[in-house]
């Protein structure tokens, strides 16, 4: 069994320095601060046991890599997501038939919305939110459809010495009703009674890093527990604006057939429906992760 599959794995810490050398993938960095693109690896085979272990590195240290020129069957795509852990079922959205797991991501002329056009950390309204997502394009616009994302650990080292000791210890609820409460109705999926809604910490540590980051956001963040509304409003927008600079984003331009894989437990992603009336469509599978702390 490798030795870092599942929720394991050695802590990589910022402190470690330079990273060790790759000896089975190529490592390709889209900026200093997130992202980048991996080669050298057949999603669809097998991986050694130094492969995933390299990959899961990368992962680490990235917070969101890119995989180009895959070709994976749905079995294949799951059988990746499986080797990170349990695999998450969103709570709203519509998947593959018979195939819970395997989200169907698609927008076209005839859609009234894409998904994830604001800035967000995938259902981070459940009591436990998802550790990472696995996003196979398949079909892409001529133009336009990038996602960008943002480094969490960096919005929260950014932060002043003094916000940090006021953010330290607070907690915020994340509310699903807004977001998914009739968003799917046009394409024949049913409301549920309710929709998950879960309370955070505003700063969270990385079960594998050790680091902290920032964990409130648009999409889903609704308030801070204890504080009157109007000083939860304005910190919140504070929050949301400074999660959002560009300063420790990258953009990402797709291919089709490109995976790309991020950690929701410290990074933010939005992706731009900027490409109407042209076709992207694709699948998701979604590791299960563990309660913030």
Not at 46 to 58: C, G, M, T, V
Not at 125 to 140: A, F, H, R
Not at 248 to 269: I, K, L, M, P, S
């Amino acid at each position: 069994m490798n030795s870092l599959r599942g929720m394991g794995g050695p802590r990589y810490r910022h402190e470690m320095g330079e990273s060790a050398p790759f000896e089975t993938i190529a490592v390709d960095k889209l900026t200093p601060i997130i992202g980048a693109e991996i080669t050298g690896v057949d999603l669809s085979k097998p991986l050694s046991n130094q492969q995933f272990d390299e990959i899961h590195r990368a992962f680490a240290e990235n917070l969101v890599i890119f995989f180009r020129d895959q070709t994976l069957t749905p079995e294949q795509h799951l059988a990746f997501g499986k080797l990170w852990g349990e695999l998450h079922i969103h709570p709203a959205a519509p998947h593959e038939p018979g195939l819970p797991p395997l989200m169907k991501i698609h927008a076209d002329r005839n859609s009234s919305r894409a998904n994830g056009e604001g800035w967000h950390s995938d259902v981070s309204c459940d009591e436990l939110p998802p550790m990472g997502s696995i996003l196979y394009i398949k079909q892409c616009p001529p133009h336009g459809g990038d996602t960008l994302f943002a480094n969490m650990y960096a919005a929260y080292e950014a932060l002043s010495d003094r916000m940090k000791t006021y953010l330290d210890g607070l907690t915020a609820i994340h509310d699903g009703e807004q977001v998914y409460r009739g968003t799917y109705a046009n394409l024949g999926v049913a409301d549920k009674p309710v929709y998950p809604r879960a309370e955070h910490p505003i700063i969270r540590t990385h079960p594998v890093t050790g680091r902290r980051a920032l964990y409130v956001n648009r999409g889903f963040t609704r308030n801070i527990v204890g504080l009157p509304g109007d000083e939860s409003a304005a910190i919140l927008s504070y929050l949301y604006d400074h999660a959002e600079s560009p300063l420790w984003q990258c953009r990402f331009r797709w291919t089709e057939r490109t995976v790309a894989f991020w950690d929701n437990r410290c990074a933010q992603h939005r992706a731009m429906w900027d490409y109407w009336p042209h076709t992207r469509s694709g699948n998701r599978v979604t590791v299960l992760g563990d309660k913030p702390i």
